[in-house]
C-alpha cells in the first residue's frame, strides 16, 4: 500500500515562495519514482515535476521550469517542490502522485494524495 499525504500549500502573493512537501507511508519509499500535478477549476489536471527513485533524473513542465525545484529525501519518505517566483496562474491544488515506474509517474500514476491547495495572489 502506498498512502500520500500534501502539506505546506497556503496563499501567497505573487513572487513569493512555498514548498510543498509528500509524506508517504509506503514501505520501500525508495523504489518508487515520484512527481507532482496541479489542477486549476475548469482545467485539466496538468503534470508538473517528477523524479527518479534515487533522484538522478528530474523532469519539469515549461512553464515551472527555472522556478520549481522537485526532490526527494528517502531516508523521510518524502518528496518535496520547492517553489518560487510565484504567479496566479500557479494558483491550483497540487497533488503527490507515485508509481514504480518513472515514465508512469509522469502520464498516469498508480497512486495519488488528496491535494493541498495553492493560491497565489496579485
Known amino acids: 500500500q502506498v498512502q500520500l499525504v500534501e502539506s505546506g500549500g497556503g496563499l501567497v502573493q505573487a513572487g513569493g515562495s512555498l514548498r510543498l512537501s509528500c509524506a508517504a507511508s509506503?514501505?520501500?519509499?525508495?523504489?518508487?519514482?515520484m512527481g507532482w500535478f496541479r489542477q486549476a477549476p475548469g482545467k485539466e489536471r496538468e503534470f508538473v515535476a517528477a523524479?527518479?527513485?534515487?533522484?538522478?533524473?528530474?523532469y519539469n513542465v515549461e512553464s515551472v521550469k527555472g522556478r520549481f525545484t522537485i526532490s526527494r529525501d528517502n531516508a523521510k519518505n518524502t518528496v518535496y517542490l520547492q517553489m518560487n517566483s510565484l504567479k496566479p496562474e500557479d494558483t491550483a491544488v497540487y497533488y503527490c502522485?507515485?508509481?514504480?515506474?518513472?515514465?508512469?509517474?509522469?502520464?498516469?500514476?498508480?497512486?495519488w494524495g488528496q491535494g493541498t491547495q495553492v493560491t497565489v495572489s496579485s
Open positions: 509506503a514501505r520501500s519509499f525508495s523504489i518508487y519514482a
Open positions: 523524479i527518479s527513485q534515487f533522484g538522478t533524473n528530474t
Open positions: 502522485a507515485a508509481d514504480l515506474v518513472l515514465s508512469r509517474v509522469r502520464t498516469t500514476p498508480g497512486y
